[in-house]
Structure formats: C-alpha cells, structure tokens
C-alpha cells in the first residue's frame, strides 16, 4: 500500500518534469513563430494578431465619402468598445490623419475603452485628438508621439512587439503638409509592411532597403499593385515574400481584384470586411 502511492507520485514528477520544460519552450516558441492573423476592416484598416498580441493599423475611422468603404456598424461598435475580437489591443498605429484611415471620436473611445492599447503615431494625429481627450490624457506614455521625416526610421518596442517607423511622404503634392508614416511590425515570428497612402517609389524606398529586411507580409493599395513602376519597385526594394492589395473602393471592388489578379497573380487582395488570412 505504502510502496504503491510513492512510485506514482515519483512518476508522475517524472512525467510533468519532462513535459514541463518541453511544454514552456514549445509555447515560447509558438509565441515568436508561430505566424500572424491579419484581419481586414476596410480601406487600409487591418488587425495583426499572434499568441495574444493584437497589434491595429488605420483601423480606427468612420464613414468617409461615398466613395470609401466602412466596416458594418456593428463592426465599428466593437472596435470602438474595445470588444472581442478587438478586446486587448496592445499598439495602434495611424499612418496619417485622413479621414479614411482615422477619426479622433472612435480613437478616443477604443483608448478609453482599453487601457493597455498604447498609441504610436505622428503629432498631427495626436493633435487632431485634442477635442476628444483631456490634456492630461494626452500626456500619458500611452500616447507617443513620433513624427518622422521622409527618408528617417526609428524603431520602438511595445509590449514585446517590435514596431520600425518608416518617414514616407503621403502621395501627390496637394498632400505635403501630411505627416504620413509606414510600419514595419514584428508579430508572430513575422514582419509585415503597411506603407499608408504613399507613393511606392525608388525615390521613397530605396533608402530603407527593405529588400534586405526579410518582409514577409506587405500592404498596398491596389493601385500600387496594377501599376508597373509600383511593382518594379516592389520587387527591387521590398521584396516580400507576400504581396496584399487593399484600400478598394466601394463601386469598383471586383474589378480592382480581377485588375490585381492579372498584374500579379500571386498577390492577395483584401475587400471584404473582417476576411481573414494567417501567414
Ligand atoms: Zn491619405
């Protein structure tokens, strides 16, 4: 009876002492490699997420013309609200203050809503907030503001998530006085690219050398795409192991995907809000 009891316990040590450190290491490493959820909103919004990290890109807006698209409301209530799946957002980024990519009142609600969310943006962004939230509020370390000229990059580090800043002008010359950012994330084990609304030139993308950075997953809007100079500069300085088209307007949304299939068939285009692709 006595000897019984001891040989299970001794075995069981065993069994949980082999399985413990094999367990931890397999779950360190799902953490960092295990890949990344990017879930589309609408326009240039998007949710990276990988072992409970959520990172939100150009996801916080509201209707902006006719012409845009926007998330179903019931969509835009949960993001908003911080609600499952957009519950525990760890880094929002902004890339620029248009209309189509932000809006300072469902910003303001998701930072209030979640008190873990720290935003990484341009000053111009921030300022645009200051109907929406306190001067103390603003002032939080939440809050970081990081405008960064064409050509600049700097890197910051957020919850364990590796976020590089990238200065690229907004596209057309009307648009100058935009502060306007790209992002390189690092989630899952990935890098994913999101550049905003700039131009993809030599001019813009050579000094990166982003074609050295291992990128394996990379945003552009789908003009960039069916462009030529937009993917001879792919090619050249990004290189990217996978090409995503999005940013599709409301009327022409079957034909920009037909459009992208046939200029690069590999490529992925997003167009349905809250479609889903791991990689
Ligand atoms: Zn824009």
Redesign the pocket.
């Known amino acids: 009876m006595h000897a019984k009891p001891t040989y299970a316990i001794l075995a069981s040590v065993a069994v949980l002492g082999a399985m413990g450190s094999g367990a931890v290491l397999k779950i360190a490493a799902q953490g960092r490699t295990d890949g990344v959820t990017i879930t589309f909103l609408a326009n240039e919004g998007v949710m990276l997420s990988a072992g409970g990290r959520k990172v939100l890109i150009d996801a916080l807006f509201l209707k902006y013309g006719p012409e845009y698209a926007v998330p179903a409301d019931s969509t835009l209530v949960s993001l908003q609200r911080a609600r499952i799946p957009f519950d525990s957002v760890d880094v929002i980024l902004v890339t620029?203050r248009?209309g189509d990519?932000f809006h300072p009142v469902p910003m303001a609600a998701h930072l209030r809503a979640n008190a873990r969310a720290t935003l990484l943006t341009s000053q111009q962004v921030i300022d645009s907030l200051r109907g929406q939230l306190s001067a103390e509020e603003l002032r939080s370390p939440r809050i970081m503001s990081r405008t960064t000229a064409p050509g600049m990059r700097r890197r910051e580090s957020i919850a364990g998530i590796a976020v590089e800043l990238l200065g690229l002008p907004?596209a057309g010359t009307r648009?100058r006085i935009v502060e306007h950012l790209g992002y390189v994330v690092e989630i899952g084990g990935r890098r994913v690219l999101h550049v905003g609304?700039t131009d993809v030139t030599e001019a813009n993308f050579a000094p990166f050398r982003l074609d050295t950075a291992r990128i394996d997953v990379a945003l552009f809007p789908n003009w960039v795409v069916t462009s030529e100079e937009g993917r001879r500069v792919i090619e050249r300085w990004i290189r990217p192991r996978q090409v995503v088209a999005f940013h599709v307007g409301t009327a022409d949304a079957d034909r920009a995907i037909r459009d992208v299939r046939s200029a690069m068939p590999n490529a992925v285009t997003f167009a349905r809000s809250l479609e889903m692709r791991r990689w």
């Open positions: 620029h248009h990519h907004h648009h609304d």
